[in-house]
């Protein structure tokens, strides 16, 4: 029986991410893996989707369910997908695991996850990152409207990389809590999981272990992008615009969506940013400077920092 596990919830339309995911995690974590489980929660996956990923890393699957009656029209369920709401579930699991990490699946690592489980969320038990979101980082940003009865001036944790672990205050009460809040407020939810599970933490009294940012490294943060750094165990491509397979050249995901593509994986659908086109079309990926060069059309400046800094950051050390 292994003490931890690691939970991930896919449909169809983000397989090939998760199978990335798994695919960076076998080959940075593999001391984890000696102790977790991994379990995957999903709608829509087939056998055969099932038997490639067991290809990859030996998983555990469930198909989800949302457990209450709600609104399956709302356009919170058409954005983010029944799915993302699967880590309500984790409160339950802890009766078997000991300690259990939520991923996102635009997600990809960077180090060994074992220590982050041993390390933290042994008082609490929950340990998050947060929130990285330049002028949005408290928790009012989950809501179309504050909450009066709950303080909305507290710093907001990013849900996409979540530990769980026993210490939980009334854990047997959580799952349910989540489900019934998140049908209460649905019209009113902005960052659907997030907000609730915020909230929770209020609700319930629950501490919270707060995670490097190294554990759930956003585009916000200026690790993300940078070359030098080799202490990043997650990167986290939240939001549609900087996606690893759309935005630009991301050496490092690339890397696994080959290997992904040579197991006889279906390639993505999604439409690239005509700077990734420019990158692939000329096959310019094979300079360095192209690897994790910022979009100059979403992000000018950003673009023009980067050439002008290049050449002294990168270009001089080889």
Not at 131 to 158: A, E, R, S, W
């Amino acid at each position: 029986m292994k003490p931890y596990a690691l939970f991930f919830a896919t449909n169809r339309r983000f397989f090939f991410a998760l199978a990335v995911l798994l695919m960076s995690l076998k080959d940075k974590s593999p001391r984890l893996l000696e102790k977790a489980d991994i379990l995957i929660y999903h709608q829509g996956l087939s056998e055969k989707d099932q038997a490639f990923l067991n290809r990859i890393l030996p998983c555990r699957f469930t198909e989800y369910k949302f457990a209450v009656e709600t609104d399956f029209d709302n356009i919170n369920f058409k954005n983010f997908s029944q799915l993302t709401f699967a880590r309500y579930d984790i409160f339950d699991l802890l009766d078997k695991y000991e300690k259990i990490v939520y991923m996102d699946v635009d997600m990809m690592l960077g180090g060994e996850l074992l220590p982050v489980f041993e390390q933290y969320g042994n008082q609490g038990g929950l340990a998050m990152c947060k929130d990285t979101q330049k002028g949005l980082t408290l928790i009012t940003k989950n809501f179309k409207h504050p909450l009066p009865q709950y303080d909305m001036t507290v710093p907001c944790y990013n849900a996409g990389f979540t530990l769980f672990s026993r210490p939980l205050n009334r854990r047997n009460e959580l799952r349910m809590w989540c489900y019934h809040k998140t049908d209460e407020w649905l019209e009113n939810l902005v960052c659907p999981d997030q907000g609730v599970v915020n909230v929770m933490m209020q609700e319930f009294n629950i501490p919270v272990d707060v995670l490097p940012d190294t554990c759930n490294c956003l585009p916000s943060n200026p690790k993300y992008l940078d070359k030098n750094r080799h202490d990043v165990l997650v990167y986290h491509c939240a939001g549609g615009g900087v996606r690893f397979w759309t935005y630009t050249w991301f050496a490092p995901w690339q890397k696994y969506y080959r290997e992904y593509l040579n197991m006889g994986g279906d390639p993505h659908t999604d439409k690239e940013h005509a700077w990734l086109r420019f990158i692939k079309k000329y096959n310019l990926q094979r300079f360095s400077f192209f690897d994790r060069s910022p979009d100059p059309q979403m992000h000018p400046a950003r673009f023009l920092k980067y050439v002008l800094a290049y050449p002294f950051k990168y270009g001089l050390k080889k």
